[in-house]
Nanobody, 127 residues
Framework: QVQLVESGGGLVQAGDSLRLACAAS????????MAWFRQAPGMEREFVAH????????YYADSVKGRFTRSRDNAKSTVHLQMNSLKPEDTAVYYC????????????????????WGQGTQVTVSS
């Protein structure tokens, strides 16, 4: 069983930055690929970023490329999402997710690719 706890959300202005963190309670964190998804009111949950078990491979949604950066620290069982140049359209609840280290590339941007989810942290960007 994997427990995920997100933190770092908040209310910021457009152009500001935020750094989200996700702490995992798991025996071997490096057994899991990790991702961030987000869900705005009335919208489906959408993929934001993925990082492989080693940190060597990262995928980003086109909407956040160049602005968001994903990282992980396997020794601390933690992943981060650095969000720069935030826009009002980035407003959503951000969820941390964990899946198999062997996740297929075709699955990394789908919710079905991940088995464990955190409770989410709210990010609100005002214009």
């Amino acid at each position: 069983q994997v427990q995920l706890v997100e933190s770092g959300g908040g209310l910021v202005q457009a152009g500001d930055s935020l750094r989200l963190a996700c702490a995992a309670s798991v025996h071997t964190f490096s057994n899991y690929a990790m991702a961030w998804f987000r869900q705005a009111p009335g919208m489906e949950r959408e993929f934001v970023a993925h990082i492989s078990w080693s940190g060597a491979t990262k995928y980003y949604a086109d909407s956040v490329k160049g602005r968001f950066t994903r990282s992980r620290d396997n020794a601390k069982s933690t992943v981060h999402l650095q969000m720069n140049s935030l826009k009002p359209e980035d407003t959503a609840v951000y969820y941390c997710a964990a899946g198999s280290a062997l996740i297929q590339p075709i699955m990394v941007n789908t919710t079905r690719g991940y088995d464990y989810w955190g409770q989410g942290t709210q990010v609100t960007v005002s214009s």
